[in-house]
């Protein structure tokens, strides 16, 4: 490679001028395409800090969680900032997190907490806690120019690495050779890399939101994303906005049983007429729009008639008492369906706590809990996300998969420190925390600090393309690495973000 010399000085999209000549060099040589960036790619990250997770569960807490109500408690404030809630020990000394949160106070040993988070990017911008991105959009509705999420990543070099052939140095072959034999399994079995459950961002307030997305990848990286039929209990009070019912139900797979006289062999007699075709598509194939027409033809066709991805959705399969331990909620359905699709393979499942509103009157505020913030906290998120998630982290490890998943809880923003007139937090986005557990993270510890009030960073401020860094670094991705966008100008994919190294295991 020619190293052009220049000034170290970084340019608004983080690449050094250096940087950006070298890349002119390489394209003036003719060797500046996409699948040299990757082959380069893929030996710088195998050269650097191999990633201990496989796979990645995000547990994403639509609303805005009041993580200072969660895990970064402040006893001592005044009382319209300290609330309602009292501190817990947990089984790491020196660590308290909510009283409301017990079981996983069991769990602390292996979970990371980051109390320092913060954007600017406005909120209940979903964008930035996906990609890394921290410029305010002019709306919240996703675009084709925005950044792609971390699983769209995932997406797009599991798709590359089955069709490019890297190389890499003895020492290094091993771990990659183990990753690539998994990935063409899944993808043998006709797993994508990255499903999103239970309904698209925002599906229960009929309002398309940005964020977990392929952006300018091409839509043919967007995630699997699956369906829901979301329902209350008969029985339960009546629902209005403050008083949230428990949203039960299961996400299901689009389009994935086929149903009458319609048979496997009809639907392949239906594929080798389309493939007829073949010839004359691959001649525009560069075209983004067939590109991805055929993409999703050929992923609809793997779903179809995917034994081992209609398994993963079949929770008639399970033993009822996992299904207990998990809960019978959309949530907790929809993790046991993420573990179940990470032990197949899949390399990215995301999980929201969505909200249900608009379509279905069943929870009007999920974790944006603007009213009766304490009361909504204590009866309804806390007691269910406390059971569903330390029922992942134990069902995990006992299944030997802890160590090579990566389990992270975050939300878009925070809440605000002072509580408001009707006992509620508002929207707050200059500190909050998230936490991750699992593969590669150091468990019981803790990065960042609030102030006395959880309303500013105290010490160690971190950002979102902060968190996306840690993740691609769990994971064996160089945050770095550089994908391009429709004007052929390389963007790293996390943003200019930097791991956090001091929560990450040996």
Not at 75 to 102: D, M, W, Y
Not at 466 to 489: K, N
Request: one cysteine or more.
């Amino acid at each position: 490679m020619i190293t052009m010399l220049g000034s170290p000085r970084r340019c608004c999209d983080g690449l050094t001028r250096r940087e950006t000549l070298q890349a002119g060099a390489l394209a003036l040589l003719g060797g500046m395409n996409l699948p040299t960036l990757l082959r380069a790619e893929e030996t710088r990250q195998l050269h650097g800090r191999p990633g201990k997770a496989k796979s990645v569960i995000l547990l994403y807490l639509l609303g805005g969680a009041a993580t200072q109500d969660m895990v970064d408690l402040k006893p001592s404030a005044p009382a319209e900032f300290r609330g309602e809630f009292k501190p817990i020990a947990t089984n790491v000394p020196g660590i308290q997190i909510c009283e409301h949160l017990p079981r996983m106070a069991g769990w602390m040993h292996k979970v990371a907490l980051v109390r320092s988070l913060n954007h600017k990017a406005g909120c209940h911008n979903c964008l930035p806690s996906y990609t890394g991105y921290e410029v305010p959009p002019p709306d919240q509705h996703p675009r084709d120019t925005d950044p792609p999420s971390m699983g769209a990543v995932c997406e797009y070099l599991h798709e590359m690495n089955r069709s490019e052939s890297f190389r890499s140095t003895p020492a290094a072959y091993s771990d990659f050779e183990h990753r690539a034999t998994r990935e063409r399994h899944a993808k043998e079995r006709g797993l994508p890399a990255y499903v999103y459950m239970p309904c698209w961002l925002g599906w229960g307030q009929v309002f398309r939101r940005a964020g977990p997305y392929a952006g300018f990848l091409g839509k043919r990286f967007d995630p699997l994303t699956t369906e829901c039929a979301p329902y209350g209990d008969n029985d339960a009070p009546a629902t209005s906005p403050g008083y949230p019912r428990i949203v039960r139900g299961e996400p299901y797979l689009p389009n994935s049983i086929l149903t009458g006289d319609f048979t496997i062999d009809r639907l392949n007699t239906r594929r080798t007429l389309m493939e007829q075709v073949d010839d004359q598509l691959r001649r525009v194939e560069s075209q983004a729009a067939l590109s991805s027409f055929d993409r999703t033809q050929q992923r609809a066709f793997s779903l179809l008639t995917s034994s081992t991805m209609r398994a993963a959705f079949d929770l008639k399969s399970e033993d009822p008492r996992l299904l207990e331990r998990y809960g019978r909620t959309l949530f907790g359905h929809s993790t046991v369906i993420a573990r179940r699709l990470v032990e197949a393979g899949v390399r990215f499942v995301n999980v929201t706590w969505d909200l249900f509103w608009d379509r279905i009157q069943i929870d009007y505020d999920a974790w944006d809990t603007h009213t009766r913030n304490f009361a909504i906290l204590r009866e309804n998120k806390l007691p269910h996300f406390d059971q569903t998630y330390t029922a992942l982290l134990e069902d995990l490890e006992q299944r030997g998969l802890l160590d090579e998943t990566l389990v992270v809880v975050m939300s878009e923003m925070g809440r605000t420190p002072k509580i408001n007139s009707n006992a509620g937090r508002d929207h707050w986005t200059y500190c909050y925390s998230m936490f991750f557990a699992g593969a590669g993270i150091r468990g019981g510890t803790i990065y960042g600090a609030s102030d006395a009030q959880a309303a500013f960073v105290k010490d160690k401020p971190v950002s979102t393309a902060d968190i996306c860094a840690t993740i691609y670094e769990c994971l064996g991705i160089d945050p770095d690495l550089p994908i391009l966008d429709h004007g052929g100008r390389p963007h790293p994919i996390a943003n200019g973000g930097q791991a956090i190294r001091e929560i990450l295991g040996d």
